[in-house]
């Protein structure tokens, strides 16, 4: 297939593997290496850039080419927004090993210790009267989710589906709003999340009770009032180069 100049310096592809069951949409640079390309998919995959072979499927997902130049631009090669690169990985390594977080040794801590510790959000939270820890704001704060405005119900600003940003302390997380309304955990309304990446605590489930579905450690619920919807495309969590 020809390849053609193109004049765009970055470009949004869909990345695939043989390792996981997913695909993930990603922004990378043309200027990039075929090796270097690599390297940033080693995160984003689990495969050894060593160990990686690519190839290039076009939007209507029919076969373009594999990229085996190491030392090829990416932009070299006919890809377009839309296109998807396949990782097939060599390293031995199974389909859905790196998906498996039961096989992950955890860390865990009692509350009564993590509670000793002065380095912790909590600790912080604490000294700061922050969040929970102020009993003023969450007093407020819970008489006002109790009693929603008619005008200004959490349905109607954070409609399902929508893209979000949800603020932490000293950090954001985007995702997706899943569910809107009451739960049986807690009083008050809350927005269900999916987030972008395995930052949050459960799979859209809590004690037994499913409110929507998505990955383990996707999910999460959070007050309106930390939520803003808008468009927030997913990041690349330094994957990325412009």
């Given at each position: 297939?020809?390849?053609?100049?193109?004049?765009?310096?970055?470009?949004?592809?869909?990345?695939?593997?043989?390792?996981?069951?997913?695909?993930?949409?990603?922004?990378?640079?043309?200027?990039?290496?075929?090796?270097?390309?690599?390297?940033?998919?080693?995160?984003?995959?689990?495969?050894?850039?060593?160990?990686?072979?690519?190839?290039?499927?076009?939007?209507?997902?029919?076969?373009?080419?594999?990229?085996?130049?190491?030392?090829?631009?990416?932009?070299?090669?006919?890809?377009?927004?839309?296109?998807?690169?396949?990782?097939?990985?060599?390293s031995g390594a199974r389909l859905?090993?790196?998906?498996?977080?039961?096989?992950?040794?955890?860390?865990?801590?009692?509350?009564?210790?993590?509670?000793?510790?002065?380095?912790?959000?909590?600790?912080?939270?604490?000294?700061?009267?922050?969040?929970?820890?102020?009993?003023?704001?969450?007093?407020?704060?819970?008489?006002?989710?109790?009693?929603?405005?008619?005008?200004?119900?959490?349905?109607?600003?954070?409609?399902?589906?929508?893209?979000?940003?949800?603020?932490?302390?000293?950090?954001?997380?985007?995702?997706?709003?899943?569910?809107?309304?009451?739960?049986?955990?807690?009083?008050?309304?809350?927005?269900?999340?999916?987030?972008?990446?395995?930052?949050?605590?459960?799979?859209?489930?809590?004690?037994?009770?499913?409110?929507?579905?998505?990955?383990?450690?996707?999910?999460?619920?959070?007050?309106?009032?930390?939520?803003?919807?808008?468009?927030?495309?997913?990041?690349?969590?330094?994957?990325?180069?412009?």
């Amino acid at each position: 297939m020809e390849v053609t100049g193109v004049s765009a310096p970055t470009v949004t592809v869909f990345i695939s593997s043989s390792l996981n069951t997913f695909r993930s949409e990603k922004r990378y640079s043309r200027s990039l290496t075929i090796a270097e390309f690599k390297c940033k998919l080693e995160l984003l995959v689990g495969s050894p850039a060593s160990c990686m072979e690519l190839e290039l499927y076009g939007v209507d997902d029919k076969f373009y080419s594999k990229l085996d130049q190491e030392d090829a631009l990416l932009g070299s090669y006919p890809v377009d927004d839309g296109c998807r690169i396949h990782v097939i990985d060599h390293s031995g390594a199974r389909l859905g090993e790196y998906e498996d977080v039961s096989r992950v040794e955890k860390y865990t801590i009692s509350q009564e210790a993590y509670d000793q510790r002065q380095d912790t959000v909590r600790s912080f939270l604490k000294r700061s009267k922050l969040g929970r820890y102020n009993e003023e704001e969450r007093a407020q704060q819970e008489a006002e989710a109790a009693a929603p405005s008619p005008r200004r119900r959490p349905g109607q600003l954070h409609p399902v589906g929508s893209r979000c940003e949800v603020a932490g302390v000293g950090h954001s997380r985007r995702g997706t709003v899943m569910y809107v309304g009451l739960t049986d955990f807690k009083p008050g309304y809350w927005i269900g999340v999916r987030y972008d990446e395995p930052l949050g605590k459960n799979d859209g489930s809590v004690n037994g009770k499913r409110y929507f579905e998505c990955q383990a450690k996707y999910g999460a619920f959070v007050k309106p009032a930390v939520v803003t919807v808008g468009d927030f495309p997913e990041e690349d969590y330094g994957l990325d180069e412009i």
